[in-house]
């Protein structure tokens, strides 16, 4: 029996399961519609679908904790934190959304907890982790007390400059445990160990308030698997089930994540090193670029509301999927998205009692998609999709066919300004980057985001639906560590300390994961002083000294002039401040080869229908597995597989490389 290592993506519409031959490379995929109420159902069913195989491995990408935030599910959530300081989250940071001049209009969203479930407890450290008032044991008997009479059962740590020394944190917890044994405890030292209050208070808030649900999803599948997996987290890295539950919000952007590493092998294995990718769902469009071969990370992420302030791959998400409903505005305009028709009961054409016209019914309507998905397992009712598009189009005083090709342009716009979110606003070029498009509703908009945003080329995978999921076998077990160390004048010997503390707790972390020779990477956080943000570094290996110094300092200087357009490298009256330092402890995985044209061939069918591209075409419609390497396919044309299609307009032309990937182009 042949030994596998399996990928399970679950998304809001489809579980994607991918199977990798650990000795041949051969590829099996599939998928299964998701189930929202239990996720686990869908992950089960898909892997029973991929028959009796013997598996070596099972990594999984997850939303639990990222839906329960986007859905804002919080509850029974508190705070402990520093007495004097109960207003942190009332205060939250000055910024506002869309620049000052919105700050008339703008109205600050509910606070992650309401004040008056915050709860304070004497002590003080200070800036560099001394104690100048003692913990206060007696008050935090209270506290602990009070939430368990109120049966909160969620609670987030967060005492002033616990970064710099968890001393208190860690006697918090011990009364809780003693006073509160039922409640799950999230400390800010053990989240985030840096400084920033605020951004450190809801980052271990999140974790708190999704650690319920995570704890009990891996649980059940766990038991039901019967057997060890992995799961994917936010910082392009994966985690034991068993280790992953004790910080689940690792785990905030799981599934996108793994798209990006995926699309980013696929694309530099094709010889595109830069690259874009974009991962289109049934519930939302996840945006991400690559830059010499590596997704871009950040630390100054959010999922909806809540700032998140842990390493994680730099991704844009908008509304903008399969299922994205279309409406009318009050003032009578047409929209498209953010709120999703999802996997059930999904859009009209699915006939599972949805009620709304999304985008995939534009395109059932316009007939650029088959009249099924999954090879026939779903079929789709164009006349529920062409009665929804009518009622539509009769409100709006348009033909259907302007309406529905409306619906898909406002979509293809909403993906485009995602993807300039990534590009302009950071000053790249967006003409710079070929597109790589994946997802099952990724590769529909291909050819009119050539056109909306002047790209090179739209390079679509095989297998396009499943790339999230065959990402998931592509990554190393992977842990980040931060310490907050602010100085002007950096001492090596204190610098060395803390890499090496850092060093220490990552290689004992990945000896858990059965990792004896770790990999470590260390970097740095820098700034101008009087700056009030960061630019992160690489930092090299080996011993401190002036040299190391110098070359981190130099790395500083190169790339804020790159983002910013501007250094000062030579100029003493702008000091240079450190201001954190990280390890990331690496566990490396033999990673797949990509084979050439890894996927079973089929024989040609001749056939066509009516497409409407503007306007009505008799087009030919190609099956992606009957193509062979080197074939030109010219627009009009509709290119279908088992999880996706490429709808081909005229003026267009694809081409097939030879690993399979179709490179769409402007005539």
């Not at 030292?189 to 319920?212: G, H, I, M, N």
């Not at 095989?462 to 160390?485: C, M």
């Amino acid at each position: 029996m042949r030994s596998v290592r399996i990928g399970v993506d679950t998304g809001g519409t489809f579980t994607d399961v991918v199977a990798v031959d650990e000795e041949t490379g051969e590829i099996v995929t599939t998928k299964t519609p998701s189930t929202p109420a239990n996720p686990a159902d869908g992950f089960i069913a898909g892997i029973e679908k991929l028959g009796e195989l013997d598996v070596s491995a099972i990594v999984h990408g997850t939303t639990v904790a990222t839906n329960q935030l986007l859905e804002d599910r919080i509850a029974n959530l508190g705070l402990i934190t520093t007495e004097g300081f109960e207003f942190i989250l009332e205060i939250g940071r000055q910024s506002v959304p869309d620049g000052y001049g919105n700050s008339y209009f703008w109205v600050k969203p509910p606070r992650i907890v309401p004040v008056h479930l915050v709860r304070t407890v004497g002590g003080r450290l200070d800036h560099h982790g001394a104690e100048v008032r003692p913990f206060d044991e007696a008050q935090a008997v209270e506290v602990a007390r009070w939430y368990r009479s109120r049966g909160i059962t969620a609670l987030g740590v967060c005492f002033l400059h616990s970064y710099a020394n968890p001393g208190h944190e860690r006697r918090m917890r011990e009364v809780l445990a003693r006073e509160f044994p039922e409640a799950v405890v999230s400390l800010s030292s053990d989240v985030l160990r840096e400084y920033r209050e605020y951004e450190r208070a809801v980052t271990t808030l999140v974790d708190a308030a999704v650690k319920p649900a995570m704890r009990a999803y891996i649980a059940n599948l766990s038991s039901r698997l019967g057997r060890p997996f992995s799961v994917m987290k936010s910082n392009g890295g994966v985690l034991s089930a068993r280790e992953v539950v004790n910080q689940p919000i690792s785990t905030v952007l799981s599934g996108p994540a793994a798209g990006a590493l995926g699309a980013a092998l696929i694309a530099a294995n094709a010889g595109h090193q830069s690259v874009i990718t974009l991962d289109g769902g049934g519930t939302s469009t996840d945006v991400t670029v690559v830059v010499d071969g590596d997704p871009s990370v950040t630390t100054e992420g959010s999922v909806g509301r809540f700032p998140c302030k842990i390493p994680m791959i730099d991704i844009v998400t908008v509304g903008a999927g399969g299922g994205s409903v279309a409406w009318i505005s009050p003032e009578g305009t047409l929209k498209v998205g953010p709120r999703s028709a999802g996997a059930d009961p999904g859009p009209l054409c699915y006939r599972r009692g949805g009620t709304e016209v999304t985008v995939t019914d534009a395109h059932v309507y316009l007939r650029r998609i088959p009249p099924h998905l999954l090879g026939g397992e779903i079929p789709l009712d164009y006349d529920a999709a062409r009665m929804g598009i009518e009622a539509l189009a009769d409100k709006l005083d348009l033909t259907p066919e302007r309406t529905a090709t409306g619906i898909l342009e406002i979509s293809a716009f909403n993906q485009s300004n995602a993807i300039r979110q990534l590009t302009v606003k950071r000053g790249l070029d967006v003409r710079d980057f070929p597109l790589v498009t994946f997802g099952g509703s990724g590769p529909l908009l291909a050819c009119r985001l050539i056109d909306i945003l002047g790209l090179p080329a739209v390079i679509v995978p095989p297998e396009p639906g499943n790339v999230s999921a065959f990402g998931l076998l592509t990554v190393d077990v992977k842990n980040d560590y931060v310490r907050t160390y602010v100085t002007r004048d950096l001492a090596l010997s204190k610098a060395a300390q803390i890499f090496g503390e850092l060093e220490g707790q990552a290689a004992e972390e990945l000896e858990r994961e059965g990792f004896d020779e770790p990999v470590f990477a260390r970097s740095a956080d820098l700034r101008y002083y009087g700056q009030a943000y960061e630019v992160r570094v690489p930092a090299p290996a080996g011993p401190l000294d002036e040299e190391w110094r110098q070359e981190v300092t130099g790395r500083f200087h190169d790339a804020h002039e790159k983002l910013y357009g501007y250094a000062y490298r030579d100029d003493p009256r702008h000091a240079v401040e450190w201001v954190n330092l990280r390890v990331s402890g690496i566990g490396p995985i033999t990673r797949p080869v990509i084979r050439r044209d890894p996927y079973p061939k089929t024989e040609p069918v001749e056939a066509s229908r009516r497409v409407i591209f503007e306007e009505p075409h008799d087009t030919p419609i190609i099956q992606r597995a009957a193509l062979e390497a080197g074939a030109v396919i010219h627009g009009p044309a509709v290119i279908e597989e088992y999880g996706s299609t490429i709808p081909l307009h005229p003026g267009f032309t694809a081409t097939v490389d030879e690993y399979g990937n179709v490179e769409i182009r402007r005539d």
